[in-house]
């Protein structure tokens, strides 16, 4: 298989039978599951770091992905800067990342519950009980953690750059 059908083959939709099946021959395996989310809009090296460690927290990483328009709905109508496509091939190409599923809701409730992941993660912006999820993560004996993120990297800071470059 080329590489790149390799890295398209780790994209998933909610409704996808992939979906489920991966995750049954997941489970049978024994693998923990981890699962985050984000926009992930013009990856950076803070995104790197955080889901470098939310990877190593298990042996499965699931990566929820806002498609656009819910990206535009929570960040503005400026937003994503980078299509859905290019976020989901870029985060499959991590060789942690075992698999993307684009999620069109405001949050990944229903994909949390779909997933049934053993260990939720978020950034150290919340805290465990403010993380949606955080009842179908514990209910099912499951851990909800957070991470701190790396100072001086943020999408919303890299764009404030760009624009002011651009005005200048």
């Known amino acids: 298989?080329?590489?790149?059908?390799?890295?398209?083959?780790?994209?998933?939709?909610?409704?996808?039978?992939?979906l489920r099946q991966t995750l049954a021959i997941w489970r049978f395996k024994g693998y923990k599951i981890v699962f985050t989310n984000g926009c992930f809009d013009l990856l950076h090296l803070g995104h790197l770091d955080y889901l470098a460690k939310a990877a190593a927290k298990g042996d499965k990483l699931i990566v929820g992905l806002n498609t656009d328009s819910s990206v535009t709905r929570l960040k503005g109508p400026h937003r994503p800067i980078t299509d859905q496509n290019s976020r989901a091939m870029l985060l499959a190409a991590m060789s942690f990342v075992s698999m993307v599923v684009l999620f069109d809701e405001e949050t990944p409730y229903k994909l949390i519950t779909k997933v049934q992941?053993?260990?939720?993660?978020?950034?150290?912006?919340?805290?465990?009980?403010?993380?949606?999820?955080?009842?179908v993560v514990m209910a099912k004996g499951g851990k909800v953690e957070t991470i701190e993120f790396l100072p001086g990297y943020s999408t919303t800071a890299i764009e404030a750059k760009i624009r002011n470059s651009v005005i200048e």
């Open 117 to 135: 992941p053993d260990i939720l993660v978020k950034g150290a912006d919340y805290t465990p009980t403010e993380i949606v999820g955080y009842n």
């Open 1 to 18: 298989m080329k590489k790149l059908e390799v890295i398209k083959n780790k994209i998933y939709t909610l409704d996808s039978p992939k």
